[in-house]
């Protein structure tokens, strides 16, 4: 999957360094609302590229423990 988004924008997510693709795992960390008066929560990150951030996290060796990621071999 390419991202068409951010810095690394372009680039397969297999390529991109550790720490933008633990940024992408957490869903870039924040929300916000659409307009000042609506509930609907948007995120910074779009689902489809969260799971495969998830996926290749896994595959790279990190798991979630609380709110940090560890290598599992650590």
């Known amino acids: ?9 372009g680039k397969d997510i297999t390529e991109i360094p550790d720490h933008y693709l633990l940024y992408l795992c957490d869903r870039g960390r924040s929300t916000y609302y659409k307009s000042r008066h609506s509930r609907d929560v948007k995120w910074k990150v779009p689902i489809k ?8 996290a896994d595959r790279r060796g990190y798991t979630k423990t609380g709110e940090r990621w560890y290598l599992k071999n650590e």
């Open 49 to 56: 590229v969260w799971e495969e951030a998830r996926k290749e």
């Open 1 to 9: 999957m390419h991202l068409e988004f951010g810095s690394q924008k």
